[in-house]
Each structure stands twice: as structure tokens, then as C-alpha cells.
């Protein structure tokens, strides 16, 4: 069985050697670090993009919600 990295147990998301806490992993501070590099990561994707071009692409994204 492999080991959970030792990252998760420092940070409080290992109950045991098979699961992860659903609280801890959601904590505000770990979803707000996740939203922040991926937004940064997504950026230069978007940037080469025109107005025009970004709205196309997400219009079809919002109406199936």
C-alpha cells in the first residue's frame, strides 16, 4: 500500500492510511490557494484570446449550466 505523502499528514488531511478529512481538505485557506493558482496558471491561456473570442467560447459553458 503506498504512503500518504507526508504533506497531507502535516496538514491535517490523513484520518488514517486510506483516507483524507473532507473538512480539512476543504478548509477556506487550501480552496482559496487552489482558486488562486489556477486562475494564474489558466491566465496566459486567456490572454491570447480577443473579447470577442473568450465569450464565444464560454457563452456555450454558461448555457449548459
Known sequence: MARWP???RRR???L???ACTTV?????QT???IET????LAAPAYD???A???VAGLVPIAIRR
Open 12 to 14: 491535517g488531511w490523513q
Open 48 to 50: 491570447v484570446l480577443s
Open 52 to 54: 470577442d473570442e473568450l
Open 16 to 18: 488514517s492510511s486510506r
Open 24 to 28: 480539512a481538505w476543504w478548509t477556506r
Open 37 to 40: 493558482l489556477t486562475e494564474e
Open 31 to 33: 480552496r482559496e490557494r
Open 6 to 8: 507526508a504533506t497531507f
